[in-house]
């Protein structure tokens, strides 16, 4: 196994890497809208939000040599199901190859984030 890790999304912020390679494949940790550079979440609301939380998940597929196209499981979990609408709308833009997915409502997610996004890539045998 090999761990993941890049500057370009926020650091782990408990006892767990951005990523594991294991047997060609990244499971990689939930990114929730944290602007790496700053810390800070991101202003705004659930598009803003998840926005940068599938570009925080696509710096980690980016560390590990994957793209979103490499994704073949998403995992998304929104602090509000009114919010998935608008949500999706944001999600279709980068996950374009439709991987399978679960989308779930959870009661409080970190720092009181809306969303939180974490992926399953296949990687290239080059």
């Given at each position: 196994?090999?761990?993941?890790?890049?500057?370009?999304?926020?650091?782990?912020?408990?006892?767990?890497?951005?990523?594991?390679?294991?047997?060609?494949?990244?499971?990689?940790?939930?990114?929730?809208?944290?602007?790496?550079?700053?810390?800070?979440?991101?202003?705004?609301?659930?598009?803003?939000?998840?926005?940068?939380a599938?570009?925080?998940?696509?710096?980690?597929?980016?560390?590990?040599?994957?793209?979103?196209?490499?994704v073949?499981?998403?995992?998304?979990?929104?602090?509000?199901?009114?919010?998935?609408?608008?949500?999706?709308?944001?999600?279709?833009?980068?996950?374009?190859?439709?991987p399978?997915?679960?989308?779930?409502?959870?009661?409080?997610l970190?720092?009181?984030?809306?969303?939180?996004?974490?992926?399953v890539?296949?990687?290239?045998?080059?």
């Amino acid at each position: 196994m090999k761990t993941v890790s890049t500057t370009k999304a926020p650091a782990a912020i408990g006892p767990y890497s951005q990523g594991i390679i294991a047997k060609g494949m990244l499971y990689a940790s939930g990114q929730i809208p944290i602007i790496p550079e700053t810390g800070s979440i991101i202003e705004g609301g659930i598009s803003e939000q998840a926005h940068q939380a599938i570009k925080n998940a696509g710096a980690v597929l980016e560390a590990a040599g994957a793209g979103y196209g490499d994704v073949v499981k998403t995992t998304c979990f929104l602090a509000d199901m009114n919010d998935f609408s608008a949500f999706n709308a944001v999600y279709e833009q980068y996950f374009t190859g439709k991987p399978a997915r679960s989308c779930v409502a959870v009661k409080t997610l970190p720092k009181n984030v809306l969303c939180e996004v974490e992926v399953v890539a296949v990687l290239s045998e080059d």
